[in-house]
Protein backbone atom coordinates (compact mmCIF):
# COMPACT_ATOMS: atom_id res chain seq x y z
CA UNK A 1 0.00 0.00 0.00
CA UNK A 2 1.12 3.32 -0.92
CA UNK A 3 2.02 5.67 2.03
CA UNK A 4 3.56 8.78 2.67
CA UNK A 5 5.99 7.60 4.97
CA UNK A 6 6.83 4.30 3.05
CA UNK A 7 10.41 3.01 3.78
CA UNK A 8 10.77 5.24 6.85
CA UNK A 9 11.50 4.83 10.22
CA UNK A 10 10.29 6.73 12.88
CA UNK A 11 10.66 7.16 16.78
CA UNK A 12 8.13 8.55 18.58
CA UNK A 13 8.03 9.28 22.46
CA UNK A 14 5.24 9.73 24.83
CA UNK A 15 3.46 7.67 22.53
CA UNK A 16 1.03 6.19 25.02
CA UNK A 17 -1.80 8.44 25.11
CA UNK A 18 -3.26 11.62 23.21
CA UNK A 19 -1.66 13.55 20.41
CA UNK A 20 2.04 10.82 20.61
CA UNK A 21 -0.14 8.04 20.44
CA UNK A 22 -2.65 9.43 17.61
CA UNK A 23 0.93 10.31 15.54
CA UNK A 24 2.78 6.69 16.16
CA UNK A 25 -1.15 5.39 14.49
CA UNK A 26 -1.31 7.71 11.63
CA UNK A 27 2.86 7.24 11.17
CA UNK A 28 1.72 3.45 11.00
CA UNK A 29 -1.18 3.70 8.33
CA UNK A 30 1.20 5.75 5.99
CA UNK A 31 3.71 3.03 5.92
CA UNK A 32 6.22 3.80 8.44
CA UNK A 33 8.15 1.64 10.41
CA UNK A 34 7.18 2.97 14.20
CA UNK A 35 8.88 2.62 17.65
CA UNK A 36 6.32 3.33 20.04
CA UNK A 37 7.72 4.59 23.41
CA UNK A 38 6.39 5.92 26.65
CA UNK A 39 7.43 6.22 30.38
CA UNK A 40 4.02 4.12 30.95
CA UNK A 41 4.75 0.59 29.13
CA UNK A 42 1.27 -0.88 29.62
CA UNK A 43 0.14 2.29 27.75
CA UNK A 44 1.41 1.13 24.59
CA UNK A 45 -0.51 -2.27 25.01
CA UNK A 46 -2.99 -1.33 22.10
CA UNK A 47 -0.55 0.57 20.10
CA UNK A 48 1.50 -3.34 20.03
CA UNK A 49 -1.68 -5.02 18.99
CA UNK A 50 -2.33 -2.80 16.12
CA UNK A 51 0.80 -4.07 15.00
CA UNK A 52 3.46 -1.20 15.90
CA UNK A 53 6.98 -1.96 17.53
CA UNK A 54 6.88 -0.95 20.97
CA UNK A 55 9.23 -0.09 23.98
CA UNK A 56 9.06 1.65 27.64
CA UNK A 57 11.09 4.76 27.99
CA UNK A 58 11.59 7.32 29.83
CA UNK A 59 12.79 10.56 28.84
CA UNK A 60 14.37 11.87 31.46
CA UNK A 61 16.67 8.37 31.60
CA UNK A 62 19.50 9.92 29.08
CA UNK A 63 21.57 5.88 29.26
CA UNK A 64 17.90 4.47 28.08
CA UNK A 65 17.05 7.90 25.92
CA UNK A 66 20.97 7.09 24.07
CA UNK A 67 20.53 3.14 23.98
CA UNK A 68 16.73 3.33 22.54
CA UNK A 69 17.53 6.34 19.85
CA UNK A 70 21.03 4.77 18.81
CA UNK A 71 19.84 1.32 18.31
CA UNK A 72 16.62 2.10 16.25
CA UNK A 73 18.46 4.56 13.96
CA UNK A 74 15.24 6.97 13.10
CA UNK A 75 14.59 8.97 9.54
CA UNK A 76 11.98 10.58 11.73
CA UNK A 77 12.09 11.29 15.33
CA UNK A 78 8.66 12.54 16.95
CA UNK A 79 9.38 14.56 20.22
CA UNK A 80 6.28 14.65 21.34
CA UNK A 81 7.08 14.04 25.25
CA UNK A 82 6.20 17.33 27.50
CA UNK A 83 4.18 18.01 30.67
CA UNK A 84 2.59 21.23 31.34
CA UNK A 85 2.97 22.89 34.46
CA UNK A 86 0.02 24.98 35.72
CA UNK A 87 1.15 28.36 37.49
CA UNK A 88 2.87 31.90 37.32
CA UNK A 89 6.34 33.15 38.08
CA UNK A 90 5.14 33.75 41.55
CA UNK A 91 4.26 30.02 42.32
CA UNK A 92 7.20 28.33 40.46
CA UNK A 93 9.86 26.49 42.80
CA UNK A 94 12.95 25.59 41.61
CA UNK A 95 12.17 22.43 41.33
CA UNK A 96 9.02 22.84 39.55
CA UNK A 97 12.01 24.70 36.95
CA UNK A 98 14.49 22.13 36.61
CA UNK A 99 11.88 19.18 36.30
CA UNK A 100 10.07 21.18 33.53
CA UNK A 101 13.22 21.82 31.42
CA UNK A 102 14.33 18.47 32.32
CA UNK A 103 11.28 16.69 30.66
CA UNK A 104 10.11 19.26 27.91
CA UNK A 105 14.05 20.05 26.63
CA UNK A 106 16.36 18.52 28.14
CA UNK A 107 15.05 14.94 26.83
CA UNK A 108 15.22 16.72 23.09
CA UNK A 109 18.28 17.69 23.15
CA UNK A 110 19.52 14.24 24.37
CA UNK A 111 17.10 12.39 21.56
CA UNK A 112 18.30 14.65 18.45
CA UNK A 113 22.63 14.47 19.88
CA UNK A 114 21.81 10.38 19.71
CA UNK A 115 19.71 10.41 16.99
CA UNK A 116 21.50 12.93 14.11
CA UNK A 117 24.61 11.43 13.26
CA UNK A 118 22.73 8.32 11.71
CA UNK A 119 20.44 10.99 9.71
CA UNK A 120 23.75 12.71 8.43
CA UNK A 121 25.12 9.58 7.61
CA UNK A 122 22.04 8.68 5.54
CA UNK A 123 21.25 12.39 4.13
CA UNK A 124 18.21 12.05 5.49
CA UNK A 125 16.18 13.08 8.57
CA UNK A 126 13.07 15.02 10.04
CA UNK A 127 13.04 16.17 13.09
CA UNK A 128 9.42 16.90 15.05
CA UNK A 129 9.39 18.93 17.97
CA UNK A 130 6.28 19.35 20.70
CA UNK A 131 5.73 23.07 21.21
CA UNK A 132 2.79 24.91 21.74
CA UNK A 133 1.27 28.42 20.83
CA UNK A 134 1.64 29.31 24.55
CA UNK A 135 5.35 29.60 24.32
CA UNK A 136 6.78 32.65 22.04
CA UNK A 137 3.89 33.15 20.09
CA UNK A 138 1.50 33.75 22.97
CA UNK A 139 1.44 34.43 26.57
CA UNK A 140 -1.04 32.28 28.06
CA UNK A 141 -2.40 32.71 32.02
CA UNK A 142 -0.62 30.13 34.60
CA UNK A 143 2.29 28.37 32.03
CA UNK A 144 5.31 30.26 33.14
CA UNK A 145 7.46 27.39 33.02
CA UNK A 146 5.43 25.39 30.54
CA UNK A 147 5.89 28.73 28.34
CA UNK A 148 9.16 29.08 28.76
CA UNK A 149 10.40 25.40 28.07
CA UNK A 150 8.14 25.21 25.01
CA UNK A 151 9.72 28.61 24.03
CA UNK A 152 13.16 26.92 24.15
CA UNK A 153 11.77 24.12 22.16
CA UNK A 154 11.58 26.96 19.17
CA UNK A 155 14.72 27.48 20.03
CA UNK A 156 16.08 24.73 20.15
CA UNK A 157 14.56 23.62 16.70
CA UNK A 158 15.53 26.62 15.05
CA UNK A 159 19.36 26.33 15.97
CA UNK A 160 19.04 22.27 14.52
CA UNK A 161 17.52 23.18 11.65
CA UNK A 162 19.92 25.66 10.49
CA UNK A 163 22.85 23.62 11.55
CA UNK A 164 21.76 21.08 8.94
CA UNK A 165 20.25 22.89 6.45
CA UNK A 166 22.21 21.73 3.37
CA UNK A 167 22.92 17.89 4.87
CA UNK A 168 18.89 16.80 4.35
CA UNK A 169 18.57 17.03 7.91
CA UNK A 170 15.34 19.10 8.38
CA UNK A 171 14.10 20.27 12.05
CA UNK A 172 9.93 21.71 12.57
CA UNK A 173 8.54 22.08 15.71
CA UNK A 174 4.57 21.84 16.20
CA UNK A 175 2.78 24.94 18.15
CA UNK A 176 -1.11 23.76 19.25
CA UNK A 177 -3.86 25.18 21.27
CA UNK A 178 -5.65 23.42 23.54
CA UNK A 179 -6.14 20.16 22.26
CA UNK A 180 -8.55 16.86 23.59
CA UNK A 181 -5.94 14.44 25.44
CA UNK A 182 -6.04 12.87 28.70
CA UNK A 183 -4.28 14.93 30.37
CA UNK A 184 -6.29 18.20 29.50
CA UNK A 185 -9.05 16.64 31.18
CA UNK A 186 -6.36 15.88 34.32
CA UNK A 187 -5.87 19.71 34.35
CA UNK A 188 -9.38 21.15 33.94
CA UNK A 189 -10.09 18.82 37.26
CA UNK A 190 -7.38 20.41 38.60
CA UNK A 191 -8.63 23.71 38.67
CA UNK A 192 -11.48 22.53 41.09
CA UNK A 193 -14.26 23.66 38.67
CA UNK A 194 -14.28 21.34 35.42
CA UNK A 195 -17.36 22.78 33.53
CA UNK A 196 -15.98 26.37 34.13
CA UNK A 197 -12.50 25.53 32.97
CA UNK A 198 -13.72 23.94 29.60
CA UNK A 199 -15.95 26.80 28.98
CA UNK A 200 -12.78 29.41 29.33
CA UNK A 201 -10.61 26.92 27.43
CA UNK A 202 -13.04 26.93 24.32
CA UNK A 203 -13.81 30.70 25.39
CA UNK A 204 -10.53 31.92 24.16
CA UNK A 205 -10.47 29.10 20.65
CA UNK A 206 -12.02 31.76 18.25
CA UNK A 207 -13.16 28.61 16.80
CA UNK A 208 -15.54 27.99 19.44
CA UNK A 209 -13.73 24.37 19.71
CA UNK A 210 -10.77 22.40 20.87
CA UNK A 211 -8.39 20.52 18.68
CA UNK A 212 -8.18 17.08 18.29
CA UNK A 213 -4.71 14.84 18.54
CA UNK A 214 -5.52 13.58 14.82
CA UNK A 215 -5.58 16.97 13.42
CA UNK A 216 -2.13 17.64 14.95
CA UNK A 217 -1.02 13.95 13.91
CA UNK A 218 -2.06 15.11 10.77
CA UNK A 219 0.55 17.81 10.70
CA UNK A 220 3.10 15.45 12.74
CA UNK A 221 3.17 13.54 9.30
CA UNK A 222 3.33 16.03 6.80
CA UNK A 223 6.05 17.17 8.65
CA UNK A 224 7.64 13.95 8.68
CA UNK A 225 7.00 12.72 5.01
CA UNK A 226 8.86 14.07 1.91
CA UNK A 227 5.80 16.56 0.95
CA UNK A 228 7.32 19.48 3.29
CA UNK A 229 11.11 18.93 1.65
CA UNK A 230 10.85 22.76 1.62
CA UNK A 231 10.23 22.94 5.35
CA UNK A 232 12.52 23.57 7.79
CA UNK A 233 13.16 25.84 11.41
CA UNK A 234 9.29 26.05 11.42
CA UNK A 235 7.48 26.95 14.34
CA UNK A 236 4.14 25.49 13.03
CA UNK A 237 0.82 27.01 14.72
CA UNK A 238 -1.83 24.65 15.05
CA UNK A 239 -4.53 26.25 17.57
CA UNK A 240 -8.21 26.95 15.93
CA UNK A 241 -7.01 30.30 15.52
CA UNK A 242 -6.00 31.47 19.41
CA UNK A 243 -2.98 33.40 18.56
CA UNK A 244 -4.03 34.92 15.38
P1 LIG B 1 -0.76 13.74 27.52
O1 LIG B 1 -0.21 14.82 28.40
O2 LIG B 1 -2.18 13.33 27.73
O3 LIG B 1 0.15 12.45 27.63
C1 LIG B 1 1.51 12.60 27.83
C2 LIG B 1 2.20 11.25 27.64
O4 LIG B 1 3.57 11.48 27.98
C3 LIG B 1 1.67 10.15 28.54
O5 LIG B 1 1.46 8.97 27.79
C4 LIG B 1 2.82 9.96 29.54
O6 LIG B 1 2.94 8.64 30.04
C5 LIG B 1 4.03 10.38 28.72
N1 LIG B 1 5.17 10.77 29.54
C6 LIG B 1 5.14 11.53 30.67
N2 LIG B 1 6.38 11.61 31.20
C7 LIG B 1 7.19 10.90 30.38
C8 LIG B 1 8.57 10.59 30.41
N3 LIG B 1 9.36 11.02 31.40
N4 LIG B 1 9.08 9.85 29.40
C9 LIG B 1 8.30 9.38 28.40
N5 LIG B 1 6.97 9.63 28.33
C10 LIG B 1 6.43 10.38 29.31
O7 LIG B 1 -0.53 14.10 25.99
P2 LIG B 1 -0.86 15.44 25.17
O8 LIG B 1 -1.75 16.36 25.95
O9 LIG B 1 -1.26 14.97 23.84
O10 LIG B 1 0.55 16.19 25.11
C11 LIG B 1 1.60 15.71 24.30
C12 LIG B 1 2.54 16.86 24.01
O11 LIG B 1 1.83 17.90 23.34
C13 LIG B 1 3.21 17.49 25.22
O12 LIG B 1 4.55 17.85 24.90
C14 LIG B 1 2.37 18.74 25.45
O13 LIG B 1 3.09 19.77 26.11
C15 LIG B 1 2.06 19.12 24.02
N6 LIG B 1 0.89 19.99 23.89
C16 LIG B 1 -0.32 19.56 24.32
C17 LIG B 1 -1.42 20.40 24.21
C18 LIG B 1 -2.81 19.99 24.70
O14 LIG B 1 -3.67 20.85 24.83
N7 LIG B 1 -3.06 18.71 24.94
C19 LIG B 1 -1.27 21.67 23.66
C20 LIG B 1 -0.02 22.08 23.21
C21 LIG B 1 1.06 21.21 23.33
Known amino acids: ?24 LMMHAEGAEVLA ?39 ILFNCAGY ?4 DVLACTDDDWDFAFALNCRSMF ?14 VGSIVNMSSAASSIIGAPNRFVYGATK ?18 VRANCIC ?10 DR ?15 ARQPMGRIGTSEEIAA ?6 SDESAFTTGQACVIDGGWSG
Open 110 to 123: WTMQAAIPGMLERG
Open 37 to 75: TDVNGAALEELAAAGLATAPLNVLDKDAVVAAVKGFQPD
Open 176 to 185: PGTVESPSLH
Open 188 to 202: LRATGDYEQAMKDFI
Open 84 to 87: VHAG
Open 219 to 224: LAVYLS
Open 1 to 24: MAGRLNGKKALCTAAGQGIGRATA
Open 151 to 168: AAVIGMTKQVAREYITKG
